[in-house]
């Protein structure tokens, strides 16, 4: 049998596929980047590259639609954050430069159930309505943004995810992929740590990593995964059943 998540996830890759030609090489290309920027990040489980051709070739778990690289492997882990004033924060001599500018957070809607689409029972309405509020709330496009971290529970969601944050048009995102627009030298760098496909996926502790990262990239802490000149990072983060929540940072 396969397991719920992977037909979810894997039924709104299919979804994509169906309506707009998506080959299954792209998941592959969306996987070797994640292997790719992951290998620069000391923390990430998983630091090993692979290429598309690696992917493709991987064990398949449904046929036509996945292979057992295109999903994260649930990790162990942890994290914890102290929240303090900005006043605390100067006192003590804390980098205090990168702040919240815009979040938001949404909820399954009636297209989830309606829509007979797999893409909306894993979230696309959802995060496109979390991630219009925070442009909107912040007076920016999806144009503006430098960096993102997103929930990449598999490269399918991955996919549908650039297109609900606006990254790409309806359609475009195999474009934008073979086009290298997901990563360094592209217009947005998507998961430089790695993501949830190869950082690894901590589950409760997945959302934290994500703001860890993009903190540091403001900051100008990120070394090797680096993206040069960062000053807006969004973060885009789900769990179905559903609730997702899009947060915007900002370098003052």
Known sequence: DIPLALRYFGGAGKAHMDEFGTPLETFAKIRAK????????????????????????AQVVWPGVMTKLMACPPTCGAAAAIICSKEFADKHGLDSSVRIAAQAMTTDGPETFEAHDMREVVGFSMAKRAADQVYEAAGIGPEDVDVVELHDCFAHNEL???????????????????DGDNTYGGKYVTNPSGGLLSKGHPLGATGL??????????????????????RLALQHNLGLGGACVTTLYEKA
């Open 209 to 230: 990593a994500q703001c860890t990262e993009l903190v540091q990239q403001l900051r100008g802490q990120a070394d090797a995964r680096q993206v040069d000149g960062a």
């Open 160 to 178: 549908i995810t650039y297109e609900a944050l606006g990254l790409c048009g309806r359609g475009e995102a195999a474009k934008f992929v073979d």
């Open 34 to 57: 994640a292997s790719r920027h992951a290998a620069k990040n000391p923390v990430a489980l998983f630091r090993q590259e692979v290429t598309a051709e690696d992917v493709m070739a």
